[in-house]
């Protein structure tokens, strides 16, 4: 096993002082701990006492796997979060110290949990605009609760720090009222397990006592990603006697919604280990220059870093970087709603011809809302792909619905119309409230063509144009389902009728879903062109829905959060526009910082190729030509503009750059707006090349 000089520097390095390791993706982070644990051992470090904890089980089965290989005598303990917090539960509630309540792994019980402590919390707040039938609303509520679980302060102090709207203030009384509850059920998530422990230690002195001054040797991975519970519980278990390991890289702090903090790997750390040791790893073995300098290029832009620059090893192959572009949207949606997706079909099939797999390609949206786009493109070119995470185009309400038109188009005995036909007319839903579907399918069965006095002898009180609407969506029902084909059909509901209404929607007001609704009609139209008969097209929505649970030899299509620590041949990040990356949600502050980590994470995961998917933009199209990093003014926070994040990269420049770069390289090259990156870049590879710093 052959390591660097910088990682001999860290595996052979005193064992008296706490150590800090920042280490760059690639950087063979993992494999030199291993060392440094092993050499501990060896040298006389007892093994019961060194500790070795990482963030999730399967880094921690990793670990205790790679590590069972270098047959060493003796095995540290090797825990990830949950596991040691459930152990120190298990132990304080033999004790009696801890009250005895049953780990709840169900998340809709938390969820239902959720839902029912902020409705009683908006109750007792009062008059607030906040729409409990939001799921976006539940979603960020769910989240103040986990992110208030990172800390032992009280929900008002938690608030405040996580920069909420001040119209979701009853938040805070939800979060009271969501423990208060929990504890008359005597129940804890995984997520209490932690909680629970330091909120009792920091109580009770003698309870400290018990888990203090036990061990050595802590040695923590991702070390940027621990918060202050964790924080907190590995300072009262070091005591006066153990030594603390951080290894990790700010850079790559990506769960500040987890009370994380870049931060911890070098003001705090200072401060809290003053007389540490510190070492670097970085070079990284993973991706080439082009794409070292890159990404480079990109976090270089956020002040809450540790000053330092990944450098690609010699012996790294090179890595492209290509740019894809979606097709123009035809009826103003987002650039990503593109339904055929033809740069990212094509790219793949490229990659698979020379010989690759499917499995070695991981696709990264930044939001799950990008993901049906790039199933439905998938599905339709024969491209197997798993759905490792965020929600299958199967569970959204448009596809239950065209599903359903297909089912009610098919017809037959066995079939439910009632239930079809009210799938289809509420999504969307024309202004009406679901308890009167039913009295709609009768109308439906039992008149020639629907008028509006038609429906509002169903729904008296409601204003007419809402009696014309439904009116008119319950006579293109019936006239889809009079057509001989899919064709036909879909063509009769979604050309004639439904994208007219989408468009009307839209020209009244701006709506994210509606657009999408409308992209999806379009994809959805195209699968039932290529369906000869209403069985072809049912099977083919079955497939769709079924898609994920293809063989391993598939595309991983992941959120950028849940491939960190992945490694893939080619990665791609679609939507790189702005509203996505960065990401834009209702009634939160955009931390570009963060956002800007968490796209450095997706586009250092690759080591032959990265694909960025984009929109067609002539204005990054003229920057990236005249090597630009600096997006135009008033193009920010528009979906039809490039990322800020992807100019920043100065690709183009990044490519010129690399392709000089050999070991005895030396001159000069024409400038660049990156010229100061660059050459700090080649001087760090002790090369006599330099770009010219005149712009």
């Known amino acids: 096993m052959d390591f660097s000089d910088e990682q001999l520097e860290f595996i052979g390095a005193p064992f008296d002082k706490s150590t800090l390791v920042i280490a760059p993706p690639g950087s063979g982070k993992s494999m030199t701990t291993r060392a440094r644990v092993a050499y501990m051992i060896m040298s006389g470090v007892p093994a019961e006492s060194i500790l070795v904890t990482m963030f999730n089980k399967p880094a921690a089965k990793e670990f205790r796997h790679d590590y069972n290989k270098l047959n060493v005598e003796g095995t540290p303990t090797i825990r ?46 009062g008059s607030t605009d906040i729409d409990i039938y939001d799921s976006s609303v539940i979603d960020s509520f769910t989240s103040f609760l986990d992110y208030c679980k990172s800390d032992t302060q009280p929900s008002s102090v938690m608030f405040e720090r996580l920069g909420l709207s001040s119209h979701l203030a009853p938040f805070k009384l939800g979060f009271d009222i969501f423990e208060q509850t929990r504890a008359h059920n005597q129940m804890r998530s995984f997520n209490d397990l932690l909680y629970d422990v330091v909120r009792l230690i920091k109580q009770d002195s003698r309870c400290s006592n018990l888990i203090a001054n036990r061990l050595d040797q802590i040695i923590i991975d991702e070390y940027q990603d621990i918060n202050p519970i964790v924080q907190d519980l590995f300072t009262i278990m070091a005591g006066e006697r153990a030594k603390t390991t951080g290894i990790g890289d700010d850079d790559q702090t990506i769960f500040e919604w987890r009370g994380s903090n870049p931060l911890v790997m070098s003001e705090h750390w200072d401060h809290k280990y003053p007389d540490s040791q510190k070492f670097t790893l970085k070079t990284t073995f993973r991706y080439g220059h082009s794409l070292a300098m890159a990404a480079n290029n ?21 890595t492209e970087i290509n740019i894809g572009y979606y097709a123009p949207p035809s009826f103003g949606a987002e650039p990503y709603t593109d339904t055929k997706q033809v740069a990212l079909v094509d790219s793949i099939r490229m990659f698979i011809s020379e010989g690759n797999a499917y499995s070695d390609i991981a696709i990264l949206p930044r939001l799950y809302q990008v993901s049906p786009f790039i199933e439905l493109a998938l599905f339709r070119a024969g491209i197997p792909y798993q759905l490792s995470s965020g929600k299958s185009i199967s569970t959204l309400p448009a596809f239950s619905a065209f599903e359903a038109l297909a089912n009610l188009c098919k017809g037959g005995s066995e079939i439910d119309a009632a239930g079809l036909f009210s799938k289809v007319l509420m999504t969307p839903n024309p202004g009406v409230k679901t308890n009167v579907a039913t009295a709609f399918f009768d109308l439906f069965r039992n008149v020639q063509t629907a008028t509006p006095d038609d429906v509002k002898a169903v729904i008296p009180n409601t204003k007419p144009f809402i009696h014309k609407r439904v009116a008119n969506k319950i006579n293109a029902i019936k006239e889809s389902i009079e057509k001989a084909t899919p064709s036909e059909a879909f063509h009769a509901y979604i050309n004639d009728y439904l994208i007219e209404e989408l468009e009307k929607s839209l020209s009244q007001k701006q709506s994210r879903s509606t657009s999408h609704t409308m992209a999806l009609a379009h994809g959805f139209f195209d699968l039932a062109r290529q369906a000869p008969t209403f069985d072809n097209l049912l099977t083919s929505l079955e497939s769709l829905k079924a898609e994920s649970n293809k063989s391993n030899n598939a595309v991983r299509i992941m959120s950028q959060h849940m491939a960190k620590g992945i490694t893939v041949g080619m990665a791609v990040i679609p939507a790189c526009c702005e509203t996505i990356s960065p990401a834009t949600v209702s009634g939160k502050t955009t931390d570009i910082q963060a956002e800007r980590r968490l796209f450095y994470v997706a586009i250092t995961r690759p080591t032959k190729k990265l694909l960025l998917l984009l929109p067609k933009d002539k204005a990054y199209q003229k920057a990236y030509e005249k090597e630009s990093s600096q997006p135009p003014d008033g193009s920010l926070e528009e979906s039809e503009s490039t990322s800020r994040f992807v100019y920043e990269m100065n690709i183009k420049g990044s490519l010129r750059v690399a392709k000089e770069i050999h070991p005895d390289a030396a001159g000069h090259l024409p400038t660049t707006s990156s ?21």
């Not at 809450?304 to 090179?318: D, E, F, G, Q, V």
């Not at 100061?676 to 870049?681: A, E, I, R, S």
């Open 80 to 125: 990830h979060y949950h596991s040691l917090g459930y152990k120190l539960c298990e132990g304080f509630m033999k004790k009696g110290v801890l009250p005895t309540w049953k780990l709840e792994v169900r998340e809709f019980i938390w969820q239902k949990l959720a839902v029912d402590a902020l409705r009683k919390a908006i109750a007792e707040f």
């Open 298 to 318: 990109c976090i270089f832009n956020n002040s809450k870093r540790a000053m330092k620059m990944c450098l690609s090893a010699p012996s790294t192959p090179k």
């Open 675 to 695: 010229a100061k990156n660059f050459n700090q870049y080649l001087s760090s590879l002790n090369l006599f090349l330099r770009v010219k710093n005149d712009a």
